[in-house]
């Protein structure tokens, strides 16, 4: 009986939330007049212009496929396929060029 009401209780607060969450305007032109409506926040823009070195093949690769799907080997576009990449950013399109930071994760 206990679980029957906690379970009821938690519905019901989803359902009185739900509108709640659903009612957010998240458009870029809400977020913008969000962020002008805030007090002591002055935009700063800031560029940033890097290379990304992404090399999926060759004798030192950046990225290699860690998992796959039965389908990947018959896909044209690697569909399933999971890699981890270490990729440098750096200032220029140049194989020396100085790293500025790396890139790190796994992508699909
Ligand atoms: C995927 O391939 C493996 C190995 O050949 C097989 O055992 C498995 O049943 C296959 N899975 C599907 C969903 O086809």
């Known amino acids: 009986m206990e679980k029957q009401l906690c379970a009821i209780l ?23 007049k969000w962020f002008q409506s805030l007090s002591m926040m002055k935009e700063k823009v800031t560029k940033l212009h890097f290379y990304f070195r992404d090399q999926v093949s ?3 690769p950046t990225a ?8 990947t ?10 890699r981890v990449m270490d990729n440098a950013l750096t200032v220029g399109p140049e194989p020396n060029s100085p ?4 890139a790190q994760g796994t992508y699909t």
Do not use: W, Y
């Open 64 to 71: 290699v496929g860690v998992a796959q799907a039965n389908c």
């Open 99 to 102: 790293i500025v930071g790396r």
């Open 58 to 60: 060759g004798k030192n």
């Open 10 to 32: 938690l519905f019901c607060s989803m359902i009185m939330a739900m509108p709640v969450v659903h009612g957010i305007d998240e458009s870029p032109q809400a977020v913008e």
């Open 73 to 82: 080997s018959r896909s044209l576009t690697f569909f399933g396929l999971v």
